[in-house]
Structure formats: structure tokens, C-alpha cells
């Protein structure tokens, strides 16, 4: 299994970034998938999850309004669109399928 996620960068608040997570090694379009991410010195946080089929997600109360997670089952691609950065979004993103993590995209919002 490998996750691989790219699209992080550095951005100032109020911006936007695209995440991506390219899926292998498993049957992607059959598995629940997630966004989490690790701030310096934290835990990590869920950020964001889509069900098999993508007509379902959920959002941590942090970015609600301000991110969409969504998937192509075709390209075996996890997306995570960030709008409306903030500081406080700094963090490392990972993308999660059950137990196999990906090597994250480090996402850093200062002016």
C-alpha cells in the first residue's frame, strides 16, 4: 500500500492550497478515507473523512465551511481543497486508509 500526498506548500492567510493523495496497492474505491494532521508540538487531528463512495464526509468543527475533501475512484486520487487559510492550519497533512498513512505534505500559513 502507498499513500502519497503532495499540494502542500506555503501560503498566507485568507489563501487556498490543493491537497492530493495518490492511492496504490489497495482497491481504493472500496475504502473510507481521511485527512489528519499534526501541528509543531501537538496531537495529531482529524481534518476531514469520505466514505467509500464519496457521498458521505465529515469535518472536524476547525475547518468546516473552509475545506472539501473529495475523491476520484477512476485516478485513485484523495483531494483535500483548503480555502480560507489560516495560521492556525499550519500543520503536517497525512492521508489515512485504515492502518497505512502516507509520508504527509507539509502545509505552513503565514504573512
Known amino acids: 500500500v502507498h499513500l502519497v500526498e503532495s499540494g502542500g506548500g506555503m501560503v498566507q492567510p485568507g489563501g487556498s492550497l490543493r491537497l492530493s493523495c495518490a492511492a496504490s496497492?489497495?482497491?481504493?474505491?472500496?475504502?473510507?478515507m481521511s485527512w489528519v494532521r499534526q501541528a509543531p508540538g501537538k496531537g495529531p487531528e482529524w481534518v476531514s473523512g469520505?466514505?467509500?463512495?464519496?457521498?458521505?464526509?465529515g469535518y472536524a468543527d476547525s475547518v468546516k465551511g473552509r475545506f472539501t475533501i473529495s475523491r476520484d475512484n477512476a485516478k485513485n486520487t484523495l483531494y483535500l481543497q483548503m480555502n480560507s487559510l489560516k495560521p492556525e492550519d499550519t500543520a503536517i497533512y497525512y492521508c489515512?486508509?485504515?492502518?497505512?498513512w502516507g509520508q504527509g505534505t507539509q502545509v505552513t500559513v503565514s504573512s
Open positions: 489515512n486508509a485504515l492502518e497505512y
Open positions: 496497492g489497495f482497491t481504493f474505491s472500496s475504502y473510507d
Open positions: 469520505i466514505n467509500a463512495g464519496g457521498g458521505s464526509t
